[in-house]
């Protein structure tokens, strides 16, 4: 075979209009379409989930492809262009045709989930039918990258929530984790968390117990734990290269992800190169919460993001009392037409002892005195920030907040 002119690889990975055509992730690849078959000269079936997911004979949803993955395995599912599913509730879902509803939780860990195709033929999930409409996140390391994400009801609450569980009294011996008293539920590749827990440690499945609670539970590294409170969440949740759209001011997304309702329950989540134009006139629009919990290492960085709404509510991040640690705030384009702010117009947060870096940020308002687009005292590093300062139309930014 002759030596090709990169020898050595691209060690960053390589795209093709941002979609990576090589992922760093080694485990199994399954096709999945529910569009017409299509016709010569590659004949291929319609999507159905008894389907093998090859190419040629792809799986109807995402959810029969998660069937087919394993946790930590680093599995790839393809998604083809002009794919459609609708979530109805809950992680609830109708496929198009009349076909049999299924049930999407993005509950596998390490999974990358590729949408193919460029514009309106991304990909698309329609949130509709319920404020509720939801996809819980259960497993750490999953990937979705390249969607249309649409929200067709009104006040849909939140596109995306990560899931917790917190038990009393446990202990890991080997690869064997033993829970006690359980609050919320514990999901196979779950993030495991707590004193003297190895970092990366993510429960494969459950051996015996209530069904989510105390039980016991097969975790993916041998160690030992002393008797403690066990915490589990997702982490390193990546939403990438996504377009996230209102179909009206009233048939809109309030939230389009909300951390695990626990400390470090949403730690190394990453939101990158997403388009956002919201249409809602609902005040508490709000790209990512995190609640009033800490987080170490969120990444918000090359996004664009167009609202309309009119209201004092921070419109991308809303860090609550949390301090959030290694946290990335890099590159975004915010425009919001609004006129007062008391708490940060794109981000919020009461936490005093944030690490980190904003820089190279260009948010516009309408805000008259300070222009305050992230509230002072959260002990950020800043570089670079533009936001108008006296609520001026037609004008530039200054650096805000201000050089010294």
Known sequence: ???????????????????????????????????APSILPNVTSAGADGNPGTLQRPLASIAGALLRCQQGNGDIILVKPGHREEITGAGLTTQPAGAAGTSIALNVAGVAILGLGQGAQRPTLTFSTAAAANIPVQAMGMSLQNFRLLANFADIA???????????????????????TTTGTWYPGMHVMGTGVLKGTIVVQQLTGV????????????QTVASTTITGGQSDFNIEACVVEDYSSVLNALTIFTGAGIANGMDRFRFAGNRISSLGTTAATTAIKSGNFASDGVEITDNFLNYAILNDTACLFAGGSGNHTSFQLLRNIGYKPNTSSTGGSFVSGSGTAWTGMAADNYFWQLVAATGIWIPTGTKLGFQNNYSPITGAADKSGLINPAAV
């Open 1 to 35: 075979m002759p030596m090709t002119s990169f020898p050595k690889g691209f060690l960053a990975g390589l795209s093709v209009r941002r979609m990576p055509l090589l992922q760093t992730h080694p485990g199994n690849i399954s096709w999945v379409d529910n569009g």
């Open 158 to 180: 939140s596109m995306f929530s990560g899931a917790s569980a917190s038990s009393t009294t446990s202990t890991i011996a080997g690869t064997t984790m033993t829970t006690g």
């Open 211 to 222: 069904t989510g609670g105390a039980g016991t539970y097969q975790v993916s590294v041998s």
